[in-house]
């Protein structure tokens, strides 16, 4: 399974944003099911947060306090896709932010969970 973002780009303060994820790859029709979906991201010299997700089965979101009410995660048009809508972007979000997927697979006679992270988009909001 891959996931492959776009969206990132250069704002001024107070624009919005879209960024885009898509989960691909035959073992998705398979034995792979996506279990939850999101955001999270990571500015230089710091750890990388969460900012958003959804869970697949109920869609429950759940957001950073940071993008509680700025941020707004969705199901894209395609199946097993995320939109991350962000308005009123500050300096302080400036970060690359990586696209995570949760993973549930069916091993036929017992299962695992995994994970998988997008390649990163550069997010940058200047003053």
């Known amino acids: 399974v891959q996931l492959t973002e776009s969206g990132g780009g250069v704002v001024q303060a107070g624009d919005s944003l879209r960024l885009s994820c898509a989960a691909a790859?035959?073992?998705?029709?398979?034995?792979?099911?996506?279990?939850?979906m999101g955001w999270y991201r990571q500015a230089a010299g710091k750890e990388r947060e969460l900012v958003a997700k959804?869970?697949?089965?109920?869609?429950?979101?759940n957001y950073a306090d940071f993008a509680r009410g700025r941020f707004a995660i969705s199901r894209g048009d395609a199946r097993n896709t995320r939109v991350l809508q962000m308005s009123n972007l500050q300096p302080e979000d400036t970060a690359t932010y990586y696209c995570?997927?949760?993973?549930?697979?069916?091993?036929?006679?017992?299962?695992?969970?995994?994970?998988?992270w997008g390649q990163g988009t550069l997010v940058t909001v200047s003053a």
């Open positions: 959804k869970i697949s089965r109920t869609g429950t979101t």
């Open positions: 790859g035959s073992a998705l029709s398979f034995n792979v099911k996506v279990t939850s």
């Open positions: 995570h997927a949760d993973l549930f697979i069916d091993g036929g006679v017992g299962y695992t969970y995994s994970e998988v």
